[in-house]
């Protein structure tokens, strides 16, 4: 009986296929990122404004979703009435976890985006400067906002909103407490305030104290932001080790261990019911806080106030920038200079900003939880957004443009300085729970963070 | 003759024509992800522009990182909370069920699937408020017992038990059911012999469902095994790896990379992550084999 042996493949064969493979393998890893060319000059794209008298068509805009595009949604209607012939797609996207693949792959590259200013130093290399586009505009914008869009001599992002710091204050414990708001002008001040406080109502820990790594980095670089300096200068070289940073962090250090701070992270329940229980009434943060008093916090709704913040010494700044926003147009976009048409209405034309922050929709009284940071859109004797109730009909427009005037001038945020928050958002924390001095904190996150993200840029 | 060669030609091209769309997928989201990965792995490319041939300094520097050990070191220790408890857990879980005198069985088969099959962060919102420091439930029943508030998301020594928690009442269900198709497999005689020579149900359990159901196991373990060391959303929709990187797990710390756009690093990341998977795996099938 003839027994069947499994076929061997014939050498010929084998080595055809191997060969195969072979190619396979070349022409696949041919593909991706060239190594060792040249890389992409960013200094030819400057994006040009269309020189075209009715220009027409098609925009693809992302936003994030929640309020904002429901706001920017309500506006398009308003930039169809001067552009009629440009169509608007406008995508709630989340940006974060989207636009840096896009970009990557430059599939579907959207023409617009809103992105965070932190974000925007990272992805420059893939946006159109617009320089020359905001020319007609830069010296009417906030400075600041400028500087924290700036690369190399170029503006990538077109700057949006202006987030003053502001001290938010339950007033009506505060009188309760025989405490004057009004004679707080520095941050002893601010100290010596919480301490009369808690005497008037024992337990209380009266000042926020940001337990989120990220949020708490963000704060810490609004105090720096007061102080005219932050975690890198505008070359890029790290200066966290300075006595402005030994300054701020003594001050939470030591409303830490006086007792005289509520640690929690941004409106999580422990913060909701400690704001609302009168214990802690003292909120320095973002003109943006503005949303928890009118959405978050019923019980003490009408009992909240603003007021610029404490300076670090006397006649020092009262303000300090806190996160913000701009829009950026991709290189790849394909109506990129349409875009810009679209962002110049909303930003520097009068019915545009006015569609924004005014009066809509989504906010009958106006958009108040920042203020434009294009100077004739923030005009203090024109408000665009009413008093708010649950300010006690407090004019926030008044307070908040103010203080944007305090903010210093600014340098670019550094493109790694969202992953600095293992380091000196984490170090921040561990002080706060007593296991590292100011010193320690400022020498560990230098040292951390030169190691791991500036080397390794 | 012509006829003969062609229907010959025909049947030795049909194999690879059967073959060919798996080859073309393998090809396209298997072979080229992972050679292209490999390269990426020896540049500093950060998405745009040319990359730079960097050699061995993303490995070498991961190496000598201490986040990377860390990473490593919490999800290790995530897995000797995890596999453990969840193993004998779902056992358990998986006798009672199998058991065909149990009432409402088919209720709760579904009962422990629910949670496997509910979206983690609707889960993860819940688990922030139920276990927040100063207002949660779970601080709120302690009180009550007179004991102390307990940082569980926000302090070192207990986010790691609190992450291992939620992934255990989230992902036994789908162990329970693996454990079931064991025990359905398992031949009733073998069983009835035991009861006849006198075997109580905790001596059927120890000497004959866990022997019989030992490849079962072994398959669970290294599923979990892999989800663990590979595990990013728990810790990212609840403790963003915190506090202090006590849940950076290996998955998440890997992810930092990317979000930094340090692509280079990123890959050289998951090819030491697939090593040392690989090498967990191994060890666990070699303890199969040297029982078989």
Same mark, same amino acid.
């Given at each position: 009986?003839?027994?069947?042996?499994?076929?061997?493949?014939?050498?010929?064969?084998?080595?055809?296929?191997?060969?195969?493979?072979?190619?396979?393998?070349?022409?696949?890893?041919?593909?991706?990122?060239?190594?060792?060319?040249?890389?992409?000059?960013?200094?030819?794209?400057?994006?040009?404004?269309?020189?075209?008298?009715?220009?027409?068509?098609?925009?693809?805009?992302?936003?994030?979703?929640?309020?904002?595009?429901?706001?920017?949604?309500?506006?398009?209607?308003?930039?169809?009435?001067?552009?009629?012939?440009?169509?608007?797609?406008?995508?709630?996207?989340?940006?974060?976890?989207?636009?840096?693949?896009?970009?990557?792959?430059?599939?579907?590259?959207?023409?617009?985006?809103?992105?965070?200013?932190?974000?925007?130093?990272?992805?420059?290399?893939?946006?159109?400067?617009?320089?020359?586009?905001?020319?007609?505009?830069?010296?009417?914008?906030?400075?600041?906002?400028?500087?924290?869009?700036?690369?190399?001599?170029?503006?990538?992002?077109?700057?949006?909103?202006?987030?003053?710091?502001?001290?938010?204050?339950?007033?009506?414990?505060?009188?309760?407490?025989?405490?004057?708001?009004?004679?707080?002008?520095?941050?002893?001040?601010?100290?010596?305030?919480?301490?009369?406080?808690?005497?008037?109502?024992?337990?209380?820990?009266?000042?926020?104290?940001?337990?989120?790594?990220?949020?708490?980095?963000?704060?810490?670089?609004?105090?720096?932001?007061?102080?005219?300096?932050?975690?890198?200068?505008?070359?890029?070289?790290?200066?966290?080790?300075?006595?402005?940073?030994?300054?701020?962090?003594?001050?939470?250090?030591?409303?830490?261990?006086?007792?005289?701070?509520?640690?929690?992270?941004?409106?999580?329940?422990?913060?909701?019911?400690?704001?609302?229980?009168?214990?802690?009434?003292?909120?320095?943060?973002?003109?943006?806080?503005?949303?928890?008093?009118?959405?978050?916090?019923?019980?003490?709704?009408?009992?909240?106030?603003?007021?610029?913040?404490?300076?670090?010494?006397?006649?020092?700044?009262? /303000?300090?920038?806190?996160?913000? /926003?701009?829009?950026?147009?991709?290189?790849?976009?394909?109506?990129?200079?349409?875009?810009?048409?679209?962002?110049?209405?909303?930003?520097?034309?009068?019915?545009?900003?006015?569609?924004?922050?005014?009066?809509?929709?989504?906010?009958?009284?106006?958009?108040?939880?920042?203020?434009?940071?294009?100077?004739?859109?923030?005009?203090?004797?024109?408000?665009?957004?009413?008093?708010?109730?649950?300010?006690?009909?407090?004019?926030?427009?008044?307070?908040?443009?103010?203080?944007?005037?305090?903010?210093?001038?600014?340098?670019?945020?550094?493109?790694?300085?969202?992953?600095?928050?293992?380091?000196?958002?984490?170090?921040?924390?561990?002080?706060?729970?007593?296991?590292?001095?100011?010193?320690?904190?400022?020498?560990?996150?230098?040292?951390?963070?030169?190691?791991?993200?500036?080397?390794?840029? | 003759?012509?006829?003969?060669?062609?229907?010959?030609?025909?049947?030795?091209?049909?194999?690879?024509?059967?073959?060919?769309?798996?080859?073309?997928?393998?090809?396209?989201?298997?072979?080229?992800?992972?050679?292209?990965?490999?390269?990426?792995?020896?540049?500093?490319?950060?998405?745009?522009?040319?990359?730079?041939?960097?050699?061995?300094?993303?490995?070498?520097?991961?190496?000598?990182?201490?986040?990377?050990?860390?990473?490593?070191?919490?999800?290790?220790?995530?897995?000797?909370?995890?596999?453990?408890?969840?193993?004998?857990?779902?056992?358990?879980?998986?006798?009672?069920?199998?058991?065909?005198?149990?009432?409402?069985?088919?209720?709760?088969?579904?009962?422990?699937?629910?949670?496997?099959?509910?979206?983690?962060?609707?889960?993860?919102?819940?688990?922030?408020?139920?276990?927040?420091?100063?207002?949660?439930?779970?601080?709120?029943?302690?009180?009550?017992?007179?004991?102390?508030?307990?940082?569980?998301?926000?302090?070192?020594?207990?986010?790691?038990?609190?992450?291992?928690?939620?992934?255990?009442?989230?992902?036994?269900?789908?162990?329970?059911?693996?454990?079931?198709?064991?025990?359905?497999?398992?031949?009733?005689?073998?069983?009835?012999?035991?009861?006849?020579?006198?075997?109580?149900?905790?001596?059927?359990?120890?000497?004959?469902?866990?022997?019989?159901?030992?490849?079962?196991?072994?398959?669970?373990?290294?599923?979990?095994?892999?989800?663990?060391?590979?595990?990013?959303?728990?810790?990212?929709?609840?403790?963003?790896?915190?506090?202090?990187?006590?849940?950076?797990?290996?998955?998440?710390?890997?992810?930092?990379?990317?979000?930094?756009?340090?692509?280079?690093?990123?890959?050289?990341?998951?090819?030491?992550?697939?090593?040392?998977?690989?090498?967990?795996?191994?060890?666990?099938?070699?303890?199969?084999?040297?029982?078989?």
């Amino acid at each position: 009986m003839q027994q069947h042996q499994p076929r061997r493949p014939a050498p010929i064969r084998r080595v055809l296929v191997l060969g195969l493979a072979a190619s396979l393998v070349l022409g696949v890893t041919a593909c991706g990122p060239s190594i060792n060319e040249p890389s992409a000059d960013a200094d030819g794209a400057r994006l040009q404004a269309p020189s075209d008298k009715s220009p027409s068509g098609e925009i693809t805009i992302w936003d994030r979703s929640g309020d904002l595009f429901e706001v920017f949604d309500a506006a398009i209607a308003d930039f169809n009435e001067v552009y009629p012939d440009i169509t608007v797609n406008h995508e709630a996207v989340d940006i974060d976890a989207k636009l840096q693949n896009t970009l990557i792959t430059g599939t579907d590259v959207p023409d617009g985006v809103f992105l965070d200013d932190a974000k925007v130093a990272g992805l420059a290399d893939s946006l159109w400067d617009v320089s020359d586009v905001l020319a007609p505009y830069v010296d009417d914008i906030a400075e600041q906002k400028i500087d924290v869009n700036s690369i190399n001599g170029g503006v990538y992002g077109v700057p949006y909103d202006s987030n003053p710091g502001l001290l938010y204050y339950n007033a009506a414990a505060l009188e309760a407490a025989g405490v004057d708001p009004t004679q707080i002008e520095t941050y002893d001040d601010l100290l010596e305030a919480a301490r009369e406080y808690q005497a008037a109502v024992p337990g209380s820990q009266p000042i926020h104290l940001e337990q989120s790594a990220y949020l708490g980095q963000l704060q810490l670089e609004m105090y720096a932001s007061q102080l005219g300096t932050s975690v890198a200068d505008a070359e890029g070289e790290l200066r966290l080790d300075s006595p402005e940073y030994e300054q701020i962090l003594t001050f939470l250090d030591t409303v830490q261990k006086d007792g005289l701070g509520t640690r929690a992270e941004y409106l999580n329940p422990t913060d909701i019911a400690q704001l609302e229980s009168g214990s802690q009434v003292f909120y320095p943060w973002a003109i943006w806080f503005s949303f928890a008093t009118q959405q978050l916090l019923p019980e003490t709704a009408g009992d909240w106030r603003a007021m610029p913040l404490p300076a670090w010494e006397d006649g020092g700044a009262q /303000s300090g920038a806190m996160g913000g /926003s701009s829009f950026v147009l991709p290189r790849d976009g394909e109506n990129s200079e349409l875009a810009w048409l679209f962002y110049e209405f909303l930003m520097f034309d009068e019915a545009g900003y006015t569609a924004v922050w005014g009066p809509n929709d989504v906010y009958p009284a106006g958009l108040n939880t920042s203020i434009p940071s294009y100077g004739p859109a923030a005009d203090p004797a024109a408000p665009l957004f009413g008093p708010v109730p649950e300010l006690g009909n407090q004019d926030l427009w008044a307070v908040a443009t103010a203080a944007s005037s305090e903010i210093p001038p600014a340098v670019p945020t550094p493109s790694w300085w969202a992953g600095a928050v293992d380091y000196l958002g984490n170090n921040l924390q561990r002080m706060l729970d007593g296991e590292m001095t100011p010193q320690e904190v400022l020498k560990t996150s230098s040292t951390d963070i030169t190691s791991n993200l500036i080397d390794r840029q | 003759m012509t006829a003969l060669t062609s229907a010959r030609t025909k049947r030795r091209i049909a194999p690879y024509l059967f073959v060919a769309p798996f080859v073309a997928v393998f090809l396209a989201f298997s072979i080229y992800p992972l050679i292209f990965t490999a390269r990426l792995s020896f540049t500093n490319w950060r998405g745009f522009g040319a990359a730079e041939w960097v050699g061995w300094d993303n490995y070498t520097y991961l190496l000598g990182n201490a986040g990377f050990w860390s990473s490593l070191g919490n999800s290790s220790v995530l897995w000797m909370l995890i596999i453990p408890v969840q193993l004998v857990l779902a056992l358990l879980a998986a006798v009672l069920l199998n058991n065909s005198k149990l009432r409402l069985r088919g209720f709760y088969r579904v009962a422990f699937i629910v949670p496997f099959v509910t979206p983690l962060v609707a889960i993860a919102q819940i688990w922030v408020v139920v276990f927040d420091q100063n207002y949660g439930a779970v601080n709120g029943l302690l009180n009550i017992i007179g004991l102390p508030d307990v940082g569980w998301l926000t302090t070192s020594e207990w986010s790691k038990p609190t992450l291992a928690l939620l992934f255990i009442w989230k992902t036994t269900g789908f162990i329970v059911l693996i454990l079931l198709s064991g025990l359905q497999s398992i031949d009733a005689s073998v069983y009835e012999a035991a009861s006849l020579d006198g075997a109580s149900p905790a001596r059927k359990l120890w000497s004959m469902t866990v022997p019989l159901l030992r490849r079962t196991i072994m398959f669970a373990v290294i599923l979990q095994t892999l989800a663990v060391f590979q595990m990013f959303a728990e810790p990212f929709v609840v403790t963003q790896g915190g506090p202090y990187g006590s849940t950076t797990t290996a998955g998440y710390y890997l992810y930092n990379h990317i979000t930094r756009a340090d692509l280079g690093t990123g890959a050289a990341n998951s090819f030491l992550l697939v090593i040392i998977v690989m090498a967990l795996s191994l060890v666990f099938v070699r303890l199969l084999r040297a029982k078989d």
